[in-house]
């Protein structure tokens, strides 16, 4: 069985998040980018049912500008087997991201596809289940536990409540949420073995994917910085501004 | 909590915009594998590493240290683990030759992710480090053989090594050393004598020791050209369960570095095998001086670097005292300390010192990897350098690490002093550097008497003549002359003091000794001056291309003009006591100093 794996280059967890001065977006210049980490957590997921003999391949795909061959030889260094790069301008939104994995899945026939729940930038939280409705393939969001068993795929998913689980026929979407695993570090060796493992560039032409622009971005602003306190003398003072200043009682 | 996070930006920042390790690797034989693009995963997967595996166990380090139970030495908790850790990544076998298992990497992208590993917490990182040390021995003196049985495991990091060399009557001056070694009929030697202050000599990490151990033949002169080297390993490969007669008779408590054991090493009588030729212990380990001291070296910035990171967020953080010139931040309690003159001072020292430490460090290792991989001019060249700079590195960086180290608690206040915080510990964890590996004092004379007036100054004109160049270079680029005129001044300076202890030294070799510790420290300043100019040229220029990071180039132009401005300076007062002669020291008579 092979694994399909899609990673997200996005803005290193770590780094602080700039704006630009025109409020036009977040700047990324010289920011460190990485993995989103719910990618990684897939990635290391299928890794391990590789590990385990449940599947024989893992690939990764990601879509995005040629610096995100960055990502998927991570990916690659962490046990990947091979990787396919899809070559857009900028990263493009969900649906066409949908779109483009949805047809690398129709020419990889994976047994399983394996997402993270949503990447740490945009916070859309829907490329799983957009892709997974474009192939009419199940899909269980929020994985926090996965096996392999008689040709299904058992899933504990994190709800409001607790924990649900469900059991998919294959093939199927899954998407990671924080509790699935935690990620190995990239060994040495497969770093180096990362640089010779397969990396294929395609393009949405090729895969006869039209992109399409559904929605703008129009702003993006800071958090407004917190300002001073102030000390009030007695409760009935703070009753008052809470009330008449702040508006909040 | 205090906190190490990897300076990714200027760690590349040296390497690709200052040095431009792509075109160095390039062109070395063997080192094809070393593209930017491996250089910069295997830097962000060292970073990973240290921030998370090892800084966190850094405290825990300091306050469990390490205990011994009856010849049993346990390091604190989370050591052991992370160094299986350290050896399922492959980090031990990174620089080391492919037919052994190593992955053939460049010695300087090792120097790389040592200073990654060191300055997240340098009492675990030794234990590696020493192996190193070992598996260089072998590498460079072993016989196939040896290195089939021996270097593999190090090289896979199942075993550790270390380096025996210090007993209790002789530590600098090793021609006293004692230990014996009988031969026996098998071509084996019974190894006896007593070794102390060994780092990594007894731990719970590996499942086997191995000693390379400096000790003397029946028949051996005496003296340094008396001392062969051996392998003597805690266990005999063949026979994995037994004792060899190696045990670890007790730790030392000291100032710091509580995480690695400081061993006194028994030998009683253990089987050990002779690497090299006999009575050449000693060439054999001059071989690779250079690159283990630049190890120690990597300790200053190390130490200055950990400092500098979080006196810098203190500096941020902590409210106390107004600006001299009115409230920076009326709407608080006070304002930052950051804003005060002197707090400045003491960040931007620390700053100054380790990020030319670091363009330092990095640039001898590559001498280091062409020493290793060219030939004839290239690599006589730079062997040449390399041992020239090597003393400075090792000798200066450390004693300004323990500077900045100082600074970094100064900046605490009282807060500094309280273990908690983790400044105190960073201070006595860099004291040690200046000791091990060749003291101050040792390094100085290395590089004053040996080095330079061995040589009639050849070896200082190999370095003068790089500087020479650069100034010239930049003699029209009006930007730079705030740098190069006064490091054009210093480089002949510099030539001049030396002819001047040179002349006297013929009269009183005492003259050497005297200036030896002030011409070294002379020395560091104008090679970091040096450091300072080239990367404040490569700021300018990208300044000037206007492709962003503005607020980083700028920056390091700011640093370099106060190093130029407060720090170089420091040249001056080390000229006059220099040339103050021998006089002063030694017409004291011994009986005075009492009085
Ligand atoms: C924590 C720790 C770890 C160590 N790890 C190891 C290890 O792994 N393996 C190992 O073999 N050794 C190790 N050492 C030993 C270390 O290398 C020696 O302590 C060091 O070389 C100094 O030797 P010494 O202590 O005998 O001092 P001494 O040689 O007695 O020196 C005393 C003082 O005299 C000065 N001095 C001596 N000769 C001269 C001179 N000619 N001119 C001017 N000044 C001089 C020195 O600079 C020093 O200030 C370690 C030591 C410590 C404390």
């Not at chain 1, 971005?217 to 958090?223: D, E, G, Q």
């Not at chain 2, 050591?79 to 030759?97: C, D, I, M, N, T």
């Not at chain 2, 300790?299 to 005292?321: C, I, P, T, V």
């Not at chain 2, 170089?568 to 008579?589: C, F, I, K, Y």
Request: with cysteine; net charge negative.
């Amino acid at each position: 069985m092979k694994i399909l794996v899609a990673v997200k280059r996005v803005i290193d967890y770590n780094a602080k998040v700039r704006v630009k001065a025109d409020n036009s977006d977040v700047d990324l210049n010289n920011t460190k980018m990485a993995i989103n980490p719910f990618c990684e957590i897939a990635v290391e997921e299928a890794i391990r049912l590789k590990e385990a003999g449940s599947a024989d391949e893992v690939i990764v795909v990601s879509v995005g500008p040629k610096a995100c061959q960055e990502q998927i030889r991570t990916a690659l260094a962490l046990g990947a087997d091979r990787g396919i790069q899809i070559e857009t301008d900028d990263i493009p939104e969900s649906l066409n991201v949908a779109k483009l994995l949805a047809q690398v899945v129709k020419n990889e026939e994976p047994g399983l596809v394996l997402l993270g729940k949503q990447a740490i930038d945009s916070d859309n939280n829907q490329t799983g289940q957009m892709l997974s409705a474009l192939l009419g393939m199940p899909q269980a969001t929020f994985a926090s536990e996965l096996t392999l068993k008689d040709g299904k795929v058992q899933v504990a998913r994190e709800i409001d409540g607790g924990s649900q689980t469900l059991s998919l026929s294959l093939p199927a979407v899954i998407t990671a949420d924080l509790r699935l695993n935690e990620p190995r570090y990239a060994s040495l060796p497969n770093i180096m073995k990362a640089k010779r493992k397969p990396l294929t560039v395609t393009t949405p032409e090729t895969l006869g994917v039209e992109l399409k622009t559904h929605s703008t971005l129009i702003k993006v602003t800071p958090p407004v910085e917190r300002s001073a306190g102030i000390l009030v003398n007695s409760v009935d003072e703070l009753v008052e501004k809470l009330k008449n200043q702040a508006n909040v009682i | 909590m205090p906190e190490y996070k990897a300076p990714l930006r200027d760690m590349s920042f040296v390497l690709n915009e200052v040095l431009d390790a792509e075109r160095h690797y390039q062109n070395l034989p063997g080192c094809e594998e070393a593209t930017p693009d491996m250089v910069a995963a295997i830097m962000e997967e060292g970073a990973k590493f240290s921030e998370r595996v090892l800084s966190p166990l850094n405290q825990v380090g300091d306050q469990q240290g390490c205990t011994w139970n009856d010849g049993v030495v346990t390091t604190p908790d989370g050591f052991k683990e992370a160094y299986q850790q350290f050896v399922e990544g492959g980090w031990p076998s990174l620089a080391h030759e492919t037919e052994w298992g190593g992955q053939g990497l460049p010695e300087s992208l090792g120097i790389v992710l040592n200073e990654m590993v060191g300055t997240a917490n340098w009492s675990w990182s030794m234990y590696p480090g020493l192996s190193h040390g070992a598996m260089n021995t072998l590498d460079a003196h072993g016989t196939d053989e040896q290195k089939e049985t021996y270097l593999t495991k190090l090289i896979s990091g199942e075993w550790t090594g270390t380096m025996c060399l210090t007993e209790p009557h002789c530590g600098t001056d090793l021609g006293m050393l004692r230990t014996k070694a009988e031969p026996q009929a098998d071509g084996s030697y019974k190894i006896s004598g007593t070794k102390i202050f060994i780092s990594a000599g007894e731990h719970d990490m590996a499942d086997n020791i191995i000693h390379i151990v400096l000790a003397r033949l029946p028949d051996a002169p005496a003296g340094t050209k008396g001392i062969s080297l051996f392998i003597v390993p805690k266990h005999l490969p063949d026979a994995l369960n037994e004792s060899n007669g190696v045990s670890c008779g007790s730790l030392e408590h000291k100032m710091g570095i509580h995480g690695n054991s400081t061993c006194v090493m028994n030998f009683d009588g253990a089987t050990g095998y002779l690497i090299g030729t006999a009575n050449k212990g000693l060439n054999c380990m001059f071989t690779f001086m250079n690159t283990a001291r630049l190890g120690t070296a990597l300790q200053g910035l190390a130490h200055a670097e950990w400092g500098f990171q979080n006196s810098l967020a203190y500096a941020k953080d902590r409210l106390q005292m107004r600006a001299l010139n009115g409230p920076a931040y009326p709407d608080k309690a006070a304002d930052p300390i950051i804003v005060h003159p002197e707090v400045r001072k003491m960040l931007l020292t620390q700053k100054a010192f380790a990020e030319a430490g670091r363009a330092m460090i990095y640039y001898c290792a590559q001498l280091v990897d062409k020493v290793k991989l060219c030939e004839g001019d290239e690599k006589k060249d730079a062997d040449a350098l390399l041992a020239f700079l090597t003393p400075i590195a090792k000798a200066f960086l450390t004693e300004v690490g323990f500077e900045s180290a100082n600074h970094g608690l100064q900046i605490f206040g009282g807060h500094g002093y309280i273990a908690e915080w983790g400044m105190e510990q960073n201070v006595r964890d860099s004291r040690i550097s200046m000791l091990y590996e060749g003291t101050t004092q040792i390094q100085a004379l290395d590089l004053l008497g040996r080095k330079v007036l061995m040589t009639q100054g050849e070896a200082l004109k190999g370095f003068t003549k790089i500087m020479h160049k650069f100034c010239q270079t930049e003699a029209d680029n009006s930007e730079m002359q705030a740098f190069t005129q006064p490091l054009a001044a210093l480089n002949k300076e510099w030539g001049e003091l030396t002819m001047n202890v040179g002349m006297k030294a013929m009269q009183n070799r005492d003259e050497v000794g005297a200036a030896s510790v002030d011409y070294l420290m002379y020395s560091g300043y104008i090679v970091l001056g040096y450091f300072w100019a080239r990367m404040a040229k490569v700021a300018q220029e990208k300044l000037a291309l206007g492709e962003g990071d503005t607020a980083f180039y700028q920056a390091k132009l700011t640093t370099a003009t106060f190093y130029f401005q407060r720090i170089l300076p420091r040249t001056r007062s080390l000229v006059e006591t220099m040339q103050s002669g021998a006089d002063n020291l030694m017409s004291m008579d011994q009986e005075h100093f009492s009085f």
